[in-house]
Structures are given as C-alpha cells and as structure tokens.
C-alpha cells in the first residue's frame, strides 16, 4: 500500500455571511483523506492565498502529512524573516488541516489527539451591544434568556465611531461587518468615516456597568473591551474605575506596542485583564504570562500560525496560572471555531471562548459547525476537525466587494489624527 502523500494544496475564499473567509483544503492520494484549516484574515484574504499557495505550496507536494512539526517547522523558517499575520494565516490553514487529517486517519476527533476531554463543553460568552443603556440591557436580557452567562458590554458614543456597539440601523464599527447575534444576521457594511473621542468613551463606560450592575445583578458574568483605544494612562484610570463592577475581564486595554505599561496596569489595579487579540509573535506574550501580567490569553489562532503553535501556547500559559479565551469572532471561520473548541475542551487553563452565533447560511456551507446548547459550545465527536464545506454552495457566495477590499477604514480623533483601532 502506498504511503499517505500530499497532492494538492489549495484556498477556498467564500463569504456566507459577507465576512471574507479563507479556508484551506489539503488533498492526498488518498481522494476521501483531506484536510481543511481557517486561514481568514479578512482584512487581508488575497495575500494570504497567494502566500499559500506560490510560496507554501510547493514545499508540501509530496510530503508525508503525519509530519504535523516538521512541516510547520520548515515552512515557518522557510521565509527566513518569521511571523507576521500574512505568513501565519497561511501556514495556519495548512497545520489544522493537517491535524484535520490526522485526526480523521485515527478515527477520532482531535480533541483525543490532544489528551483528551477535561471537559464536556465549553463556556462561552456573547455580545450585547446598544445606542444606550437601555438598549445594552434590553440586549443582555434577551441572552440571558437564552442561558448565556457571560456577556460582553458595549454601547455606542453617540456621533463617534465606537468600537463593538451596534444599535438600530448604526454599523458596529465603521466599515466592519456587524458581529452576530441571535436572530441577527450579519451584513456587509460600507466604510463609514466617523471621529472618535476618548473622553466622552471613558465618561459612558462606567455608567454603562453602573447601570448593568443595578438592572441585571451580581449573578451575571460582564466583560468590556477597550480595544487599545484610549492611552495607557486612560486604560489605567478605566480599569480601577471599573473595579467596583466585578467585570469577569478587561480585553485589550493595551495596544501590543505598549506592553511596556502592563507592570503598571497590574500595580493599580485588581481587574483581571485579557490580552492579545493583535498578536502574530511570541515574543509578544512570553513576557506577560510569565510574569503573570495578564490572567486571559485571547490570541487569534490562526494569526500565530495554528494549531500547533496555539496548544503550545496553551500548555506555557498553564504554568503561570493565566487561562485561555481565543479570539472567536465571525472573521474566524467555523472550521477556526472548532480549531478553538478542541483546545477549550482538552486544555486544563480554559477560561472561556468568544462566541460568533453562525447563520442558517453558514451552517450550510459549513456542515459540523460547533453547536451552541444551554448557552455552552459543543463539539461533535466527528474524526479530525469535525466541520466541513460544501464547496459548490461556497461558491454562491463570493467575496463582497468596496473601496477598501476589506481594510478597516481609518477611525480619527475629532482633530483628524489617525488612532489605533
């Protein structure tokens, strides 16, 4: 019998909900063993397949698909220059395609590959968004209803362009797709050139879980994301302000530029901090877990290369007493999700997984995708990855496109200077 070889390797660009994602099929000679992985970096889709498939693609031809670290190895020093979102997002989908495959030649799904459960399912937490308080609420109960415990926060600035709020008929943020939520489908959205301003943000946050704290009570877990969005100094004041409300974590209140203030973060304040949405290095995060400056790693995986980077990331964090929450939003394709799934299910430090709720569409496109019950997220107990595409129904749903082909637009202070997003 012939060995296992790889034959092909190729990037499938579909958008069912009109978020750009890249997923990547290996093939072998082996027609019915193939493998998909998520390689969606939707601000940047197209260079990522090129980076597949003209530079990555021809040093897998032929190779054996079980050599999972060598092949990761070899292509991610391959470029001699190392990470960086293009590169890794291509060498993602490749290695959880190769776990995919080998998964589904043991016949179990990978979760077993990686130690097995210590879990049966994981918690999740989903957005409430709004034009006011009220509305925020109005949000937060409806998931509550649903028997979700854990509940990220936003409300709109009214006149700016904020940052994860979305109410009536104003986009999320400008020129990003709207975040799913129940009994929302996302849309595309055209860019929107609105002004941003850091004071009137950092008055209406703490009012925000003043009034969530007084309407929905202790019981329910609240998270808020900064978003890099204000200075260091800023991000220091919010999170001590923020204390009194017992928020669950406070996600990026640092760009990945101003690690240097985290020592400083951690002195004033008790909030338990979640970090590293923007990260393509570990060089980035080495320093915060060891030194115990953060307490949730929330990387997007397939942003630091896969899987296989991911589970090691996971293992050096649990020695420090830090948790994982990986980035999961709908530019993470349902074959992403489950990357994530198989690490919250079999990784000790799990802390809790960002939930994007996948339409009817979606789950079409994407047979297997992850499914969310009692307000948890369950993995089925498919060999590999669990999730597959229907390539001829991917096909009916091309990339949108507009003027910035998927870039997040510029967002300004009201004196024009360009901020972080």
């Given at each position: 019998?012939?060995?296992?070889?790889?034959?092909?390797?190729?990037?499938?660009?579909?958008?069912?909900?009109?978020?750009?994602?890249?997923?990547?099929?290996?093939?072998?000679?082996?027609?019915?063993?193939?493998?998909?992985?998520?390689?969606?970096?939707?601000?940047?889709?197209?260079?990522?397949?090129?980076?597949?498939?003209?530079?990555?693609?021809?040093?897998?031809?032929?190779?054996?698909?079980?050599?999972?670290?060598?092949?990761?190895?070899?292509?991610?020093?391959?470029?001699?220059?190392?990470?960086?979102?293009?590169?890794?997002?291509?060498?993602?989908?490749?290695?959880?395609?190769?776990?995919?495959?080998?998964?589904?030649?043991?016949?179990?799904?990978?979760?077993?590959?990686?130690?097995?459960?210590?879990?049966?399912?994981?918690?999740?937490?989903?957005?409430?968004?709004?034009?006011?308080?009220?509305?925020?609420?109005?949000?937060?109960?409806?998931?509550?209803?649903?028997?979700?415990?854990?509940?990220?926060?936003?409300?709109?600035?009214?006149?700016?362009?904020?940052?994860?709020?979305?109410?009536?008929?104003?986009?999320?943020?400008?020129?990003?797709?709207?975040?799913?939520?129940?009994?929302?489908?996302?849309?595309?959205?055209?860019?929107?050139?609105?002004?941003?301003?850091?004071?009137?943000?950092?008055?209406?946050?703490?009012?925000?879980?003043?009034?969530?704290?007084?309407?929905?009570?202790?019981?329910?877990?609240?998270?808020?994301?900064?978003?890099?969005?204000?200075?260091?100094?800023?991000?220091?004041?919010?999170?001590?302000?923020?204390?009194?409300?017992?928020?669950?974590?406070?996600?990026?209140?640092?760009?990945?530029?101003?690690?240097?203030?985290?020592?400083?973060?951690?002195?004033?304040?008790s909030i338990p901090i979640a970090m590293g949405e923007l990260f393509v290095n570990q060089t980035e995060w080495e320093t915060l877990i060891k030194d115990r400056l953060i307490d949730?790693?929330?990387?997007?995986?397939?942003?630091?290369?896969?899987?296989?980077?991911?589970?090691?990331?996971?293992?050096f964090a649990e020695f420090f007493g830090v948790r994982t929450a990986w980035h999961g939003p709908g530019d993470v394709s349902p074959i992403g999700h489950a990357a994530n799934l198989?690490?919250?299910?079999?990784?000790?430090?799990?802390?809790?997984?960002?939930?994007?709720?996948?339409?009817?569409?979606?789950?079409?496109?994407?047979?297997?995708?992850?499914?969310?019950?009692?307000?948890?997220?369950?993995?089925?107990?498919?060999?590999?990855?669990?999730?597959?595409?229907?390539?001829?129904?991917?096909?009916?749903?091309?990339?949108?496109?507009?003027?910035?082909?998927?870039?997040?637009?510029?967002?300004?202070?009201?004196?024009?200077?360009?901020?972080?997003?």
């Open positions: 019998m012939p060995r296992l070889r790889i034959t092909n390797v190729r990037a499938i660009c579909t958008a069912p909900e009109g978020i750009r994602l890249v997923v990547v099929k290996i093939e072998t000679n082996e027609p019915e063993i193939y493998g998909l992985g998520c390689a969606t970096f939707t601000q940047r889709p197209l260079a990522v397949v090129e980076a597949l498939e003209t530079y990555l693609k021809p040093q897998l031809i032929g190779r054996d698909p079980n050599d999972i670290e060598d092949i990761y190895q070899t292509c991610y020093l391959s470029s001699y220059w190392r990470t960086g979102p293009i590169m890794n997002n291509a060498l993602s989908g490749v290695d959880q395609a190769l776990w995919d495959i080998k998964g589904k030649r043991a016949g179990m799904p990978v979760y077993q590959l990686l130690g097995g459960k210590v879990r049966t399912a994981a918690t999740v937490y989903t957005h409430a968004s709004g034009r006011d308080v009220q509305e925020v609420e109005e949000h937060a109960r409806m998931l509550m209803g649903l028997g979700f415990t854990h509940i990220r926060a936003q409300v709109e600035i009214a006149g700016y362009s904020t940052y994860g709020a979305q109410g009536g008929s104003e986009p999320a943020d400008a020129g990003t797709p709207v975040q799913a939520h129940v009994g929302h489908r996302p849309t595309h959205l055209e860019p929107v050139q609105r002004p941003w301003h850091e004071s009137s943000y950092l008055r209406a946050v703490p009012k925000l879980f003043e009034h969530l704290r007084m309407t929905l009570g202790d019981e329910v877990e609240l998270l808020h994301d900064i978003h890099e969005r204000v200075s260091p100094i800023q991000a220091i004041g919010l999170a001590k302000e923020l204390e009194q409300f017992r928020l669950y974590f406070l996600e990026d209140p640092l760009a990945p530029e101003d690690i240097g203030w985290f020592p400083r973060l951690r002195q004033q304040t949730y790693i929330r990387v997007h995986i397939s942003a630091i290369g896969g899987l296989s980077i991911a589970r090691k990331l996971a293992a198989h690490l919250d299910i079999s990784s000790t430090n799990f802390g809790i997984q960002e939930l994007h709720l996948f339409n009817d569409t979606a789950r079409e496109v994407f047979p297997g995708t992850p499914e969310v019950r009692d307000g948890m997220l369950w993995c089925n107990d498919k060999p590999g990855l669990g999730v597959d595409i229907d390539e001829k129904l991917a096909a009916k749903y091309p990339f949108p496109e507009h003027e910035l082909h998927g870039a997040f637009p510029a967002v300004r202070r009201i004196d024009g200077s360009v901020i972080r997003w």
